[in-house]
């Protein structure tokens, strides 16, 4: 992996005929938003869509006002491409369409997390950006409509409808988007507006939810498991976690937050959050998982995620313990 200016990534990117755009399983709205800001910044750069391969199988509808949704495909429509581009994730085992790596002349990652393992021929790491979106505005400096709107929707949707690690960067890149003519309270609006059935899972969270209280540390915990899901949710794949969090934190006061998500496999998926800035979750995610305790773990310090197998009160009660004792 080497290092590069801006203006020679730019000239790569600008050189090829052809691309690939892909990111993490399950897409959130900093993935999605990441992977069609490069499509529009691609089109703004002359390129035609049609060699321009947005791979993203499967989304959830909640994101379906993102512009340029309508672009997305589920699979790739050639055997080769000039420049891969993969977003919001630089961990192999989380990405989706590992076997594009190998059809691909060059690679380039664009991530803010704080594991990497992808053999990328260029990575831009930024792990203190609170969005990969942010990272593509940083870099590129567009200025076509369609970008901006994706970089907010990106950066709006990662930090938890702009309450969650909004740093003074986050704050000055959400002005600079404003005053390009971003609507910056429409994209709140539609990431606030929860679906009736996600506003049914947050009820049957927060009904069996409960509260973990030491040294000030207020962690809320809850579980859903594969009985509480529709069959076309039991794959987790349109189960939007991060608004059941967005709105469970409207209505319950916590510090720390666990919430277990039971996938059809059997494994636990776990979304952690605090607001506590003496807590790093990634080192607690990536501890429990080096002692051979989860599966898979890590992300941010005040955001992580981990798969762990066995009852969801012994994996909560894993993950409440080393916050407390942390």
Known sequence: ?????????SKIIADGKSYAIITHRRPDGDAISSSLALFWYLIDIGKSSK????IIPEFLNDFSFIP????????PTKEEYDVL???DCANMHLLKGINLLKSAKQIICFDHHEETSINANYCIIERSAPSCTCILYDTFHCKEKNFLTCIATGLISDTANLSLNVTDFAKATIK???????DTNYILSKLNSQSSRTLELVRIAKDRGWLKISSGNVIFCTYLLQSDLLDSEKNLNTVNHKAIISELQKSVKYTSLILLIEHEKGEFKGSLRTFDSNLDLNKICSKLVSEGKFLKGGGHSYSAGCTAIGSYSDVIELIASEILNY
């Open 51 to 54: 060699y321009i391969d947005v």
């Open 176 to 182: 600079s988007l404003e005053n390009f003519g971003v």
């Open 68 to 75: 340029g949704i309508e672009h997305l495909k589920k699979e």
């Open 85 to 87: 581009i993969v977003v």
């Open 1 to 9: 992996m080497d290092t590069i200016s801006t203006e020679n990534l």
